[in-house]
Antibody, heavy 120, light 112 residues
Framework: QVQLVESGGGVVQPGRSLRVSCAAS????????MHWVRQAPGKGLEWVAT????????YYADSVKGRFTISRDNFRNTLFLQMNSLRAEDTAVYYC?????????????WGQGTLVTVSS | DIVMTQSPDSLAVSLGERATINCKSSQSLLYSSNNKNYLAWYQQKPGQPPKLLIY???TREPGVPDRFSGSGSGTDFTLTISSLQAEDVAVYYCQQYYSPPTFGQGTKLGIK
């Protein structure tokens, strides 16, 4: 079955960088678009970024555009999110999610998430 | 951005009774070229990631019990649980994918 396992979260100071990863298994990774969705503590869901099945197209929420970069390695079945210039408001659980198709923007499978805390 | 507004923010329903959650979008989610509504519903239980229940407003994800159903078109949508079970206690979110995705604020469903 589909398995998505995030890693790389932790505590980071404002202005610093962090990269989180998502290891995928149980499906043909290179056939699907992938996403990052975040959830601040006790809050709702916020879409962050999307990458097409082959990495040729990326999409970002305005709140992270220019600071975050989504990428993928289809040989290693891994999704990445490089987060630069981190702010306190980026504190959240970051989930990776598999698309229903390529970039339908329907999040049909989710990982357990990795917590990123931005604090001095 | 399209704003999604759910109502109510919370509700409590007796076991076996019907639960209804509403979702309204700030613009139509109906794409005229394919006559599909770009609206999904998710369930999030405490300490767990969200789970996709319904997409295209009314298509149930495989494995989702048939007591869950989605309806509506344009700007007004509804998630209905026909007979509430204890395991349905969760927060429910609607999400539009007509444009850059946005979610409703969530509706917390409990047992009366």
């Amino acid at each position: 079955q589909v398995q998505l396992v995030e890693s790389g979260g932790g505590v980071v100071q404002p202005g610093r960088s962090l990269r989180v990863s998502c290891a995928a298994s149980g499906f043909t990774f290179g056939d699907y678009g992938m996403h990052w969705v975040r959830q601040a503590p006790g809050k709702g869901l916020e879409w962050v970024a999307t990458i097409s099945y082959d990495g040729s197209n990326n999409y970002y929420a305005d709140s992270v555009k220019g600071r975050f970069t989504i990428s993928r390695d289809n040989f290693r079945n891994t999704l990445f999110l490089q987060m630069n210039s981190l702010r306190a408001e980026d504190t959240a659980v970051y989930y990776c999610a598999k698309d229903l198709l390529d970039t339908a923007m329907v999040f049909c499978n989710w990982g357990q998430g990795t917590l990123v805390t931005v604090s001095s | 951005d399209i704003v999604m507004t759910q109502s109510p923010d919370s509700l409590a329903v007796s076991l076996g009774e019907r639960a209804t959650i509403n979702c309204k979008s700030s613009q139509s989610l109906l794409y005229s070229s394919n006559n599909k509504n770009y609206l999904a519903w998710y369930q999030q239980k405490p300490g767990q990631p969200p789970k996709l229940l319904i997409y295209w407003a009314s298509t149930r994800e495989p494995g989702v019990p048939d007591r869950f159903s989605g309806s509506g078109s344009g700007t007004d949508f509804t998630l209905t649980i026909s007979s509430l079970q204890a395991e349905d206690v969760a927060v429910y979110y609607c999400q539009q994918y007509y444009s850059p995705p946005t979610f409703g604020q969530g509706t917390k469903l409990g047992i009366k």
